[in-house]
């Protein structure tokens, strides 16, 4: 008899369960959610063979602190993301490759030494209920599985005993400085030229008011030439929506739908893998680029 | 019908257009041609007050010169069934909504129940659909100050819209009753009772202003 299960012994700041996303429902108010770096997500699944479409098997997404597991059959494991300690009961283990972990034995995910994020890919990924199509926690509006808790236990699904293989080293880490590409609009007519001007040579930094929602910004305010709202309009992923405080968001995997204030630009989406690892402090620069 | 389309990063386009119901039969018109597969490539279609989001885009640059020549059908009657929500009109902003609407509490519930909406678009919250319908004169403003609770299934107004909260969440709508009609389940297809251009009619049941049916003319006031 097979248990395909792990139990959660520590949670961590944020632990959540992560996907690559719940597609095709922001017409009814639905976050496209799933993991803040999906190349992580995709590299890691890899890594512990999942393959094919089960690259976008579910995992885990911890937040600075990482977190503590216990499964309870042997499993193949990842950690990846932002760099951290891996540990086996109690010995050093391989961080960014594939990790067999016996049945009872306590996989410690260490706190990110830099970036944010680390994540946790499983052989045969966790197999909680799927919601719309995905098994991500949106935590805008609070579907899927709630963030871990300690105790809480996490079915595993079938391990394909593939073994895994990838074809690029692990990412290092976040650099020094995060450049975000972007392209101007759709309401870069509503700022100041000078406005326009600062967005795109001044720097920013990353606000501990951040979260999977939006990276919040500290820096020059964007100065409006029209005031008043705009009409609740679709919003995507990777938006820079400026609220009537002049500082921008960009908009993460859980941002809401549709919103009412206007986007002065949006970021590349391979640019957010890196800005969902950009700690509290982190000097940002947005690029235009056509 | 004059669209204006504008780039949205690099996978997405915003179509804005002249107003609502020009929105609206936009709108049904995407709809149309997805549903007849003559929209490959597009990931989401999210409709709003007056633009339509195209996520997803493989070709936007392609798309982007294609809208401005086609043909959008006008929106017709349609033949659809009306979605039917029982309200208890019994919500704590209904003495002062029919105080900035200028009339009494039974014709406010009366304007409100004999009004045919339309879910313009959702947001804020899955399943949580703006509903338009009502005439201009009667717009409200949002509370001054947002309730940090309320309940699931409040009917409530801000601005030109009608809307009803699927669960409770905070919220700075006018609350004008309640309803136990389920709004979103994730077991249901589709989840949302309120899908973007669906009809919507508030029954009004049981509380002390049922059936407010005087025969004052529509909107009197």
């Not at chain 1, 679709?234 to 206007?262: E, K, N, S, W």
């Not at chain 2, 257009?17 to 149309?32: C, P």
């Not at chain 2, 409530?156 to 009753?177: F, K």
């Amino acid at each position: 008899m097979t248990d395909r299960a792990v139990a959660v012994v520590r949670a961590g700041a944020l632990t959540t369960v992560q996907d690559l996303g719940r597609v095709g429902y922001a017409h009814l108010g639905v976050p496209r959610s799933g993991a803040l770096d999906p190349g992580a997500v995709r590299l890691l699944n890899r890594l512990v063979g999942n393959l094919g479409a089960r690259e976008g098997a579910a995992v885990l997404e911890t937040t600075v602190d990482g977190c503590a597991l216990r499964p309870r059959c042997a499993v193949t494991v990842a950690v990846g993301g932002a760099p951290c300690p891996v540990r086996v009961d109690g010995r050093p283990a391989a961080w960014g490759a594939a990790v067999r972990v016996p049945a009872g034995s306590l996989l410690e995910v260490g706190a990110a030494v830099r970036g944010l994020r680390s994540y946790v890919a499983f052989g045969g990924g966790l197999a909680v209920d799927p919601v719309l199509g995905s098994r991500s926690t949106d935590l805008l509006s609070g579907l899927g599985p709630a963030p871990l808790a300690e105790g809480a236990v996490l079915p595993l699904g079938a391990d394909t005993a593939v073994r895994g293989s990838v074809d690029a080293p692990p990412w290092p880490g976040p650099p020094d400085e995060l450049v975000l590409r972007v392209r101007l609009g759709p309401r870069d007519d509503w700022f100041t030229a000078a406005a326009l001007h600062a967005f795109a040579t001044r720097a920013y930094r990353v606000s501990p008011a951040s979260n999977r929602i939006g990276l919040r910004l500290e820096g020059p305010a964007l100065e409006r030439v029209r005031p008043g709202e705009l009409a609740s309009e679709g919003m995507v992923l990777g938006a820079v929506q400026v609220p009537p405080d002049g500082r921008p968001v960009v908009f993460l995997a859980d941002h809401p739908t549709t919103g009412g204030y206007p986007v002065v630009a949006v970021v590349r989406e391979a640019d957010l893998g890196a800005a969902a690892q950009a700690v509290p402090g982190t000097p940002v620069r947005f690029i235009p680029v056509r | 019908m004059s669209v204006r389309t504008l780039r949205v990063g690099d996978r997405a386009l915003l179509v804005e257009l002249a107003g609502g119901t020009e929105t609206e039969a936009f709108h049904a018109e995407l709809l149309r041609r997805r549903a007849a597969g003559a929209l490959p490539g597009v990931r989401e279609i999210v409709p709003a007050a007056r633009t339509v989001l195209l996520d997803g885009v493989d070709d936007p640059g392609r798309l982007a010169a294609e809208l401005p020549h086609w043909e959008v059908e006008p929106l017709h009657a349609r033949v659809e069934a009306v979605v039917e929500v029982p309200v208890r009109y019994d919500g704590p902003d209904l003495a002062e909504v029919a105080d900035l609407w200028g009339v009494s509490v039974e014709e406010a519930v009366r304007v409100h129940s004999a009004t045919e909406f339309r879910v313009a678009f959702c947001g804020f919250a899955p399943g949580f659909g703006y509903l338009t319908g009502l005439d201009e004169r009667y717009g409200v403003p949002r509370r001054a100050t947002p309730r940090t609770a309320v309940p699931a299934g409040s009917v409530a107004l801000a601005g030109p819209y009608t809307g009803v909260y699927p669960r409770s969440s905070p919220g700075g709508w006018q609350l004008i009753g309640t309803t136990d009609v389920v709004l979103w389940d994730t077991g249901r297809e589709p989840a949302a009772l309120l899908t973007p251009g669906t009809r919507v009619r508030f029954t009004t049941v049981g509380g002390p202003t049922c059936g407010a049916g005087d025969s004052a003319a529509e909107g009197g006031r």
